[in-house]
């Protein structure tokens, strides 16, 4: 490709957007010998539109004052068969020279990939030094209810976290789950087990938490629909590719509320999933006390245990 600077002759005192994008195409199409000149005259006004929305786009990421680390590119690309090519905005880096490798303290001006909030941006030579001085940290917002459920003086010990279960039990709070992504949502309570499951059936899980209420909101906007659906169909057949049935046998109903229940996944209005809580387990599931008895005598066990261990 031809580097050759060429000049562009105009009557205006300042050339607007539109116009240099059009020379800078123009000039690229000039030079280049790989896209045809019926490809050229097809993707111009789209290149030239794109270049001008993704001026739009920066700027306004620039201008942010949000303290987030929220980053938006200042190029995308354009491919065409077996060629793909860059078309981006020049922002050049702020960041000043180390004067060890240039003889001038000046500023760095090599192009930089992508733009944050508050005029941010650097190149690949100072991201190393922009990551460590410029990017926020812990700059999301602490939940003021999950604080005033978990006291000040919270030990990160076992027998803690087994207290903070019991009394979220308790209080039956419903959690509500929710996926964007997937536009699924359901919800997740925590249930205790009652004293003949544990000492007729042996089960030695404290808790299960139980998911149901399944919901499935898609957006109004058709397009976005469309790529809604694609998403959940490709997570349905994922979880369904994992049945092992045999080859004379099709799949029933059963079948796939049997594979969504191993891998704790909904699909179903009707659906529910419980799934125990593995790390909280009854030493002796088999003693005929009172559950609220064999529940303390576990935390006291457990805590106990665990301050003969520390000393």
Same mark, same amino acid.
């Not at 926020?136 to 207290?163: C, R, T």
């Given at each position: 490709?031809?580097?050759?600077?060429?000049?562009?002759?105009? /009557?205006?005192?300042?050339?607007?957007?539109?116009?240099?994008?059009?020379?800078?195409?123009?000039?690229?199409?000039?030079?280049?010998?790989?896209?045809?000149?019926?490809?050229?005259?097809?993707?111009?006004?789209?290149?030239?539109?794109?270049?001008?929305?993704?001026?739009?786009?920066?700027?306004?990421?620039?201008?942010?004052?949000?303290?987030?680390?929220?980053?938006?590119?200042?190029?995308?690309?354009?491919?065409?068969?077996?060629?793909?090519?860059?078309?981006?905005?020049?922002?050049?880096?702020?960041?000043?020279?180390?004067?060890?490798?240039?003889?001038?303290?000046?500023?760095?001006?090599?192009?930089?990939?992508?733009?944050?909030?508050?005029?941010?941006?650097?190149?690949?030579?100072?991201?190393?030094?922009?990551?460590? /001085?410029?990017?926020?940290?812990?700059?999301?917002?602490?939940?003021?209810?999950?604080?005033?459920?978990?006291?000040?003086?919270?030990?990160?010990?076992?027998?803690?976290?087994?207290?903070?279960?019991?009394?979220?039990?308790?209080?039956?709070?419903?959690?509500?789950?929710?996926?964007?992504?997937?536009?699924?949502?359901?919800?997740?309570?925590?249930?205790?087990?009652?004293?003949?499951?544990? /000492?007729?059936?042996?089960?030695?899980?404290?808790?299960?938490?139980?998911?149901?209420?399944?919901?499935?909101?898609?957006?109004?906007?058709?397009?976005?629909?469309?790529?809604?659906?694609?998403?959940?169909?490709?997570?349905?057949?994922?979880?369904?590719?994992?049945?092992?049935?045999?080859?004379?046998?099709?799949?029933?109903?059963?079948?796939?509320?049997?594979?969504?229940?191993?891998?704790?996944?909904?699909?179903?209005?009707?659906?529910?999933?419980?799934?125990?809580?593995?790390?909280?387990?009854?030493?002796?599931?088999?003693?005929?006390?009172?559950?609220?008895?064999?529940?303390?005598?576990?935390?006291?066990?457990?805590?106990?245990?665990?301050?003969?261990?520390?000393?």
């Amino acid at each position: 490709m031809n580097t050759k600077p060429i000049s562009y002759n105009n /009557t205006s005192s300042f050339s607007n957007n539109k116009y240099q994008i059009s020379c800078m195409l123009t000039h690229f199409f000039s030079s280049q010998r790989v896209l045809l000149r019926r490809v050229q005259d097809k993707y111009f006004n789209f290149l030239r539109n794109k270049l001008l929305d993704r001026i739009k786009i920066i700027k306004s990421r620039a201008i942010s004052t949000a303290n987030r680390n929220y980053s938006t590119m200042t190029f995308f690309n354009f491919t065409y068969k077996k060629r793909r090519f860059y078309f981006g905005i020049y922002i050049p880096c702020p960041h000043v020279n180390d004067p060890e490798h240039f003889h001038k303290d000046t500023q760095c001006g090599i192009p930089t990939p992508f733009v944050m909030s508050q005029h941010r941006c650097a190149c690949v030579t100072h991201q190393h030094i922009f990551a460590r /001085t410029q990017c926020f940290n812990n700059i999301k917002q602490k939940n003021v209810q999950n604080l005033a459920i978990i006291s000040k003086d919270f030990v990160n010990i076992k027998a803690s976290h087994a207290n903070l279960l019991y009394y979220r039990w308790l209080d039956g709070k419903t959690k509500r789950i929710t996926s964007r992504r997937l536009v699924i949502s359901y919800d997740s309570n925590i249930h205790a087990r009652d004293s003949l499951s544990i /000492t007729k059936r042996g089960n030695r899980h404290m808790y299960l938490i139980s998911l149901s209420n399944f919901k499935y909101d898609l957006s109004p906007n058709l397009r976005i629909q469309k790529q809604q659906e694609i998403l959940f169909k490709r997570t349905c057949r994922r979880v369904f590719n994992k049945m092992r049935l045999p080859s004379n046998r099709k799949a029933k109903n059963q079948d796939y509320l049997a594979i969504a229940r191993k891998y704790r996944f909904l699909f179903l209005k009707s659906q529910y999933v419980k799934v125990p809580v593995r790390h909280l387990l009854y030493k002796h599931p088999h003693m005929t006390l009172p559950l609220t008895t064999i529940r303390s005598w576990f935390l006291f066990s457990l805590w106990t245990q665990i301050t003969r261990n520390k000393s």
